[in-house]
């Protein structure tokens, strides 16, 4: 049996309830684990509250860290003993202990925690695909100017930092003045307060008129229009997120206007929809986390139990960097 945090219909945070559950064994391609510690992400306020459907009910989570209880036939690089962690498909990472697909979960290296580990995967993987996959066609070099919103956030704050270590000028976007100054601790190199500045103009301003190769929003709505007038000619609007509501249908002769502009929008799902895509990419971050480059900040703990209060933070813009929850 294990305590599982479980919806029965799409809600606020109220409709999360802590369960308990029957775990079986792993079949083919899965593994059981015992989680240590489990990460909480926006993704998770978005299939609580339908704006990304699931089937009823449903048991939430999508990132977590723990040690391997067993491992099912065909189940080849883990065994049980090993230290994991995972960002993944289907959710149900909140909770005690699971059976899932192993195929996103890896090897936790010794020098990463289980706290850690449960913090950064999700998120970290993210911040991997955006800053390297996810690239303009003129390319990104060092010195080259970005814009990231929601900078001080559990993406945001791993951005600044890989952003830095790549060379990029990141310039970040917060909701107050302590978040953009922590944007700017983690490596940012500009941070603008878009609750009461006007972004654009000062994204115009830092880049002596130019504008940005990139912009990296996870916000949404509210940061759409203002952001496709951040970008140099040719840019990329890499769309990623919803935090603020989904970005309205828009007309693409727009993007002619504003100089001929690209649109991406991505998810980590495709990213990490293979084995070997998924260790490239996690080892990756392993490199920067281990190696001191990226520091993973969990700015907030709850137990399991309190589930509802981390969502609530969440969405009242409370939290900063990563958050995790202790079964
Ligand atoms: N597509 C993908 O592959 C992928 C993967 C991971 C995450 N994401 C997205 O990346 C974003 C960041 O995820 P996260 O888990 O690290 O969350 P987070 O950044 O820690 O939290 C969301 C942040 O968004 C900002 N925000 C702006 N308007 C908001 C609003 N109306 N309501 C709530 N927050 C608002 C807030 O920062 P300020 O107060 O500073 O504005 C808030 O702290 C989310 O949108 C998430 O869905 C996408």
């Not at 107050?176 to 500045?197: F, P, V």
């Amino acid at each position: 049996m294990s305590k599982a945090v479980r919806i029965e219909r799409h809600g606020g945070p109220q409709e999360m309830r802590v369960v308990d559950v029957q775990v079986g064994e792993p079949g083919p391609g899965e593994v059981r684990i015992r989680h240590y510690a489990v990460g909480l992400n926006f993704i998770d306020v978005y299939q609580r509250t339908g704006l990304y459907p699931f089937p009823m009910p449903l048991q939430l989570g999508m990132e977590g860290a723990g040690v391997i209880e067993a491992v099912g036939e065909g189940v080849t690089h883990l065994r049980a003993g090993d230290r994991a962690a995972y960002a993944s498909n289907p959710p149900g990472a909140y909770c005690e202990v699971r059976v899932m697909p192993a195929q996103c979960v890896c090897r936790l290296p010794d020098a990463i925690s289980f706290e850690t580990g449960a913090a950064m995967m999700l998120k970290g993987l993210t911040a991997q695909y955006l800053l390297k996959k996810a690239r303009p066609v003129e390319g990104l070099e060092p010195g080259d100017h970005v814009l990231f919103h929601a900078a001080a956030g559990g993406v945001g704050l791993i951005a600044c930092q890989w952003a830095r270590a790549l060379g990029l000028r990141l310039i970040g976007t917060a909701g107050s003045d302590a978040k953009c100054q922590l944007a700017l601790d983690n490596g940012a190199a500009h941070a603008i307060n878009y609750a009461r500045e006007d972004f654009a103009a000062r994204v115009k301003e830092i880049t002596g008129g130019k504008g940005v190769k990139v912009v990296y929003d996870s916000v949404g709505k509210d940061t759409w229009d203002q952001s496709l007038d951040c970008l140099r000619p040719f840019g990329l609007m890499a769309s990623f997120g919803n935090a603020s509501g989904p970005v309205p249908p828009f007309a693409p002769g727009l993007l002619g206007a504003k100089g001929s502009l690209y649109v991406t929008r991505q998810t980590l799902f495709s990213h990490i929809a293979t084995r070997e895509a998924t260790q490239a990419m996690a080892d990756d971050l392993f490199a920067v986390v281990a190696g001191g480059q990226v520091n993973i900040r969990i700015a907030q703990r709850y137990p399991l139990a309190e589930v509802q209060q981390a969502h609530r933070d969440l969405e009242a813009r409370k939290t900063t960097g990563s958050t995790i929850l202790t079964p």
